[in-house]
């Protein structure tokens, strides 16, 4: 659609540049485009509506007489150009009588020089689209104009625009001669690569294919189409000889490093004018690598991840000895569960009941090492002492506690040492020592002897049984071998697990002399298994007592690792 704007004076035909557009289409862009020509060539050299024509002339003509006297042809192509219909649903370039039509034909048919004009990523219809009359616009060099890069496309379309206006220029000399027309061939353009990649900088090249007969000067003309971007030589004439190929290359910078995340993509233009009528625009772009990328990244976090698991392993060693309830059985619980070894002592105690739990040694909260030793302090009730005499004024209300015979316990049950110190009014406190006669439970001596006066308490050293430890019979073979597991130690009446690493492979139970046997089977059917040299540790835990053991099991071959795989391995 086209109509003269509105204050335009009703401009005559003869302007010099002539704009083309659909009112539907490009309505937004024309009114633009007219001003921005009009600054550069003056508005009496810009024609662009036809509104105003003087009613009784013919439409048709008014527009070829206007198209006919201009020297450039501005044909405004939006999306949904060539396929724009009528109210009545007809395609508008099939009727004869659609102006847009009627404009091009008009400027085809005259020779003047078409423009066609891209807006907004709109690309050329192919000749198949169009009507024959139309079909040789396919052939004209298009321009760009996009909301993004206007301010360029628009600089370069009227330099486009000058050229022409200055190559037609007329005045009152007399006309020169004809020009020879322009030699055959023309130079062909292309970016390679046209995706640049780097992490600060990057090249490119503007590789020039000649076709002509002769040498040419061709204008490489190179923009960022961002801030962030630098391209240089910005312009630049690059020589050509007749039928060889010229490499230019452009050295494209960011203003600053991209430190980490995705690469950044920015865009780079590249205009180039042999001056003989084959202009090209090349498109091309530049990715900027990060200094920290993804891989980077993920081996970051991987490291970050195992500094963390390990510092998770080194403090796992260690354990917060934990508060306890004054139950004996329920404290005891607690600090097993924690990974501690519990012992017990009797104290006397004025504000505690008889059994139940005074304090831990160490007291709760403090760090020690996972299966460390933790006393449980059980109050024996209150203090023994002599009666107290009836107050007089030269003797003290209350008389020092005396001292006591210590009686013969060696030999003798925890138990019943613990009842005989107790009915003597002596304190005590419970030492427990491994012993590879002497069974668990049973007094060793006591700190000082029998006999001795004890005025501040005894130490009552008590056996733990023969040394913890476990033998495997046999101790080496093939991977899956059945061996005898024998262990000494643990508590009378004991649970005992045996594992390997975290897996169980079998329980037994302690005799009344701490001992304890039992037959697994070395675990096989993985990677590995049946690797000659291969050590499996197997250790047994005492569910009570905490204590523990372990055994080596060695695969029949000519070495052996120094340490004990990960059973997390094993599937």
């Known amino acids: 659609m086209v109509g003269e704007r509105s204050g335009s004076g009703g401009r005559a035909p003869g302007a010099r540049v002539f704009i083309s557009y659909r009112r539907e289409l490009d309505a937004g862009w024309a009114p633009w485009l007219y001003d921005r020509l009009a600054e550069r060539f003056g508005s ?6 036809l509104d105003s024509i003087v009613a009784g002339d013919d439409f048709a003509e008014v527009i070829k007489r206007s198209v006919a006297s201009c020297q450039v042809f501005i044909a405004l192509i939006g999306k949904g150009w060539s396929s724009a219909t009528s ?7 099939d009727d004869p009588g659609d102006f847009v039509r009627i404009e091009i034909e008009s400027a085809l048919h005259h020779g003047v020089r078409v423009v066609p004009l891209l ?9 198949s689209e169009l009507p024959d ?6 052939s004209r060099q298009a321009l760009p104009l996009s909301g993004q890069h206007r301010q360029y496309d628009v600089n370069t379309l009227i330099q486009a625009v000058k050229r022409v206006i200055d190559e037609t220029r007329l005045d009152l000399t007399p006309p020169p001669l004809p020009e020879p027309p322009p030699p055959h061939g023309r130079v062909l353009a292309s970016l390679e690569p046209d995706l640049a990649r780097g992490f600060r900088r990057a090249k490119t090249s503007v590789r020039l294919q000649s076709e002509a007969h002769e040498r040419r000067t061709v204008m490489v003309h190179a923009v960022a189409l961002s801030d962030s971007v630098t391209v240089a030589p910005t312009q630049v004439d690059v020589p050509v000889a007749a039928g060889a190929t010229a490499v230019h290359r452009l050295d494209v910078r960011a203003a600053t490093p991209h430190w980490w995340g995705r690469a950044r993509t920015s865009g780079v ?25 993804w891989p980077a990244l993920a081996a970051l976090i991987l490291m970050a991840g195992l500094v963390i698991a390990l510092a998770f392993q080194v ?3 260690y354990v917060v000895v934990p508060s306890v309830a004054a139950d004996e059985a329920s404290a005891r619980r607690s600090v097993q569960q924690v990974g501690l070894v519990v012992d017990a002592a009797a104290a006397p105690s004025e504000t505690v009941a008889n059994g139940k739990v005074i304090r831990t040694e160490p007291a709760a909260g403090t760090r020690v090492r996972r299966g460390s030793h933790v006393t449980l302090y059980l109050s024996s009730g209150l203090p023994n002492s002599s009666p107290t005499p009836t107050p007089t004024a030269s003797v003290s209300p209350t008389l020092p506690k005396p001292c006591a015979a210590v009686p013969a316990l060696t030999g003798r049950s925890e138990q019943d040492a613990k009842a005989a110190l107790a009915a003597a009014g002596i304190y005590y406190h419970i030492t427990r020592r491994s012993h590879p006669t002497v069974g668990a439970g049973q007094v060793l001596s006591t700190e000082p002897g029998p006999g001795s006066q004890a005025c501040k308490g005894v130490e009552l050293y008590v056996s733990s049984g023969p040394p913890v430890g476990c033998s495997l019979s046999p101790s080496t073979g093939p991977g899956g071998s059945t061996v005898s597991v024998s262990c000494r130690g ?21 005799t009344g002399t701490g001992t304890a046997s039992t037959s697994v089977t070395i675990p096989s059917g993985f990677a590995g298994s049946n690797t000659p040299g291969r050590v499996f540790t197997l250790r047994a835990d005492g569910q009570t007592s905490g204590r523990h053991a372990s055994a080596n099991f060695t695969v029949q071959g000519p070495s052996q690792p120094p340490t004990d795989p990960d059973p997390s391995a094993a599937p």
């Open 44 to 49: 009496e050299s810009v024609f662009m509506d």
């Open 87 to 93: 109210a009545d649903g007809a395609r508008r370039l």
């Open 119 to 127: 807006i907004e990523g709109a690309t050329m219809p192919r000749a």
């Open 133 to 138: 009359s139309l079909a040789p616009l396919v």
């Open 269 to 293: 233009r590249v205009h180039t004018d042999d001056r003989h009528g084959s202009p090209q625009t090349l498109e091309g772009r530049f990715r900027q690598r990060a200094v920290f990328g």
């Open 315 to 317: 403090t796992g060693a």
């Open 490 to 510: 643990f508590a009378p009446g004991e649970t005992v697990t045996v594992r390997w690493g975290s897996n169980p492979l079998a329980s037994m139970t302690a």
